[in-house]
């Protein structure tokens, strides 16, 4: 059961209107990486856990949270959008880099929301709940999870820089702030799962079953030789295993030859070279 606290967490109060950078703000709301997508992600992953416990309650709380940081940029675009002047855009405009990237406000702002936010990310695309993870498995979900915040972090900090609004970027190194703790409490959850389960997800398949002789291979598919020198090409592997470096891997099987497809399918009939007489030759069907 949720409970809706009026206050927000942080306060989401710009100086000034400015629309543009309210279209920015969509990106980190309802993009990729933005707070709907971590908000959706960890509550499903909470409630798919089977039984109580600190990595449920770990999930469920921030996932709260994190709809308590969709409600602040909400509001901060909307009051972005509040009495915003006609000199704004044609501010904006002069830059050929922001008029090129960005085309100015978003006109669904006024049009669609009323001067209010979208579940859409900067461009306007809808948030799509395939941008979220849920696999039951909560060491695949927290490494997910932990490129999210780096992603979303990454974001913010990003747009820290694109704006002088002292109220936004007030709000904005709030949310920085909270991004940093996530990273490291899925970094410390991760540590903590793998130090159980081992760091192969998942840990308890068989390893007979699959072809043991490339578990620690690093083929190199590049020209030259420059990923032979990280730790994943020699040495131990995390999970116990030895590194190897194959320079010049070779194929292990033949080409594919695939039969004709059955004459009721229509497919343009493959034709097969007579080296003997280079000329083509064209299957009975």
């Known amino acids: 059961m949720f409970f809706h606290i009026k206050e927000l967490q942080f306060r989401a109060k710009p100086e000034r209107p400015d629309p543009v950078f309210a279209r920015r703000l969509q990106e980190v709301l309802g993009g990729q990486f933005g707070e709907i997508t971590v908000a959706m992600q960890y509550l499903f992953q909470g409630w798919n856990v089977r039984g109580d416990g600190k990595y449920k309650d770990l999930l469920l709380d921030t996932g709260t949270e994190e709809l308590a940081h969709v409600e602040m940029l909400a509001t901060m675009i909307a009051r972005l959008l509040d009495d915003a002047p006609v000199e704004t855009l044609e501010e904006a405009a002069k830059d050929p880099v922001i008029a090129a990237i960005l085309g100015g406000s978003n006109p669904q702002h006024a049009i669609v929301t009323g001067l209010g936010a979208a579940p859409t990310d900067s461009n306007g695309y809808p948030w799509n709940s395939r941008y979220t993870i849920a696999s039951g498995n909560l060491l695949a979900d927290f490494r997910h999870n932990l490129a999210a915040e780096s992603q979303g972090r990454l974001q913010v900090a990003r747009l820290y820089e694109m704006t002088n609004d002292r109220g936004v970027k007030d709000m904005l190194a709030w949310l920085l702030a909270r991004d940093t703790m996530h990273q ?22 068989p ?61 343009t009939p493959p034709k097969v070279v007579n080296r003997s007489q280079n000329t083509p030759h064209i299957p009975p069907q």
């Open 184 to 205: 490291n409490q899925w970094i410390a959850a991760i540590k903590e799962l793998e130090a159980k389960e081992g760091v192969v997800v998942p840990s308890t398949f």
């Open 207 to 267: 390893r007979e079953c699959e072809v043991q002789e490339v578990s620690h291979i690093l083929f190199n598919f590049s020209r030259g030789q420059e990923s032979a020198q990280g730790p994943w090409a020699h040495g131990p592997s995390p999970d116990g295993g030895t590194f190897q470096y194959v320079a010049n891997p070779q194929p292990l099987a033949p080409a594919p030859q695939l039969p004709p497809a059955p004459p009721y399918i229509y497919n």
